[in-house]
């Protein structure tokens, strides 16, 4: 676990005391990261901790931040956070939907503590959510994927059968086939949210199915890697920018930007505002961006997209409009219904024209 110590003098701390001010005005504010993966995974984990250094870039001596990447999911979650709480921390952020319930476990053991899970459902009076539209970005990439398949087979590299991973592909697939409708998805799920050996099999095992372009819901650089192999084939950043593999096979990217979020967090914890509040930021929000669209991109798809972009940010255009039908046949949203967050949280089939099933 890496530190940045800020230690308040014992002077200081005495003058407080003398002024009944209470600790926090004159201590740092101590703030603990859990992240499921390696912060030089180039993705996810990567992006959580630009956001931590945001923190320490805004507020300086005002707080302390510790870290432990490469958490696994489960009981391990629960030590590290107790130690965590245990150590001082007033305000402790989890970044994986697989931390939710160790969150809530530990949360209950220490009222006094502040946590903040991402991408969960589960709130307390000391515990926050917070999570990303990243179905959004997916709308944008699809829409790319749909003009730029020369196959007429994109991919997806899903992580998890949670509703997070199940609308991102969805939009993908959605958005493809508005404008390409002889699209076929195809879908590997790897279960795991960071490992570079299982993603470049995924990628490699798409490639070989004839699919020529490919986005993933995995942490890695790895499928880029793949990609990078096979004159023709495409794929977009995930999480973060994976600016290495511009301007082919990376045409574009869906970032997210924590920085703004965790800094506002944090800064309601310092004024003594802080609730328990669960926050969904979009494209509007600044949490979801789209990288740079490269000259791989024919100008007027990119104008395409840039439009959807635009339109989205503007909340002038949801992606999950109907009419939309499940894969079943059922009608999911009617001509011209929106779905609502309700809806999108629970999601748990695949749309109309994805083949196979979602794993339980």
């Known amino acids: 676990m890496k530190r940045r110590t800020l230690l308040a003098t014992g002077a200081a701390a005495a003058s407080a005391a003398a002024l009944g001010l209470p600790a ?6 101590k703030i603990g990261f859990v992240y499921v993966g390696p912060i030089g995974d180039g993705g996810w984990t990567y992006q959580h901790d630009q ?9 300086g001596d005002q707080v302390e931040t510790i870290y432990q990447e490469s958490v696994p999911e489960g009981a391990d979650a629960e030590r590290v956070l107790t130690q965590m709480a245990l150590s001082g921390a007033g305000l402790i952020f989890t970044t994986s939907f697989g931390f939710m319930d160790a ?4 949360a209950e053991k220490f009222p006094d503590v502040k946590f903040e899970h991402a991408t969960g459902y589960k ?10 539209r990243f179905y959004e970005g997916r709308a944008v990439v699809g829409h790319i994927a749909g003009k730029m398949t020369k196959t007429n087979k994109i991919g997806y590299i899903a992580s998890f059968p949670i509703p997070e991973v199940i609308q991102g592909l969805n939009s993908y697939y959605l958005h493809a086939k508005k404008v390409n409708p ?15 050996a299982k993603e470049a099999d995924a ?31 495409i794929g977009f950043g995930q999480a973060s920018d994976m600016s290495e593999y511009k301007p082919s096979p990376r045409v574009a990217s869906i970032i997210d930007d924590w920085s703004p ?4 967090r944090v800064q309601s914890v310092l004024d003594d505002t802080w609730e328990p509040t669960h926050t969904w930021g979009g494209m509007g929000d600044g949490e979801v961006v789209i990288g740079e669209i490269t000259e791989a991109v024919p100008d007027e798809i990119k104008a395409e997209a840039e439009g959807m ?17 499940k894969q079943d046949g059922s009608v999911f949203l009617a001509e011209g219904e929106v779905a609502t967050d309700e809806q999108l949280v629970t999601m748990d089939f695949y749309i109309e024209g994805i083949s196979g099933d979602i794993p339980s």
């Open 123 to 132: 709130r307390a009076d000391n515990l926050a959510t917070y999570d990303a």
């Open 51 to 59: 956001g931590r250094l945001a923190v320490e870039a805004e507020f």
């Open 182 to 196: 002889d699209v076929e998805l195809v879908v590997i799920w790897a279960y795991t949210w960071f490992d570079p």
């Open 309 to 325: 972009i635009a339109a989205i940010s503007a909340g002038e255009y949801h992606p999950f409009t109907g009419p939309i039908m």
């Open 103 to 106: 969150t809530v476990n530990v």
């Open 24 to 29: 926090r005005a004159q201590s740092p504010l």
């Open 261 to 264: 979020y965790y800094i506002k």
């Open 203 to 233: 990628a490699k095992a798409m490639i070989e199915q004839g699919v020529d372009v490919i986005t993933q819901h995995t942490d890695s650089t790895a499928p880029l890697a793949e990609m990078a192999k096979t004159d023709g084939v």
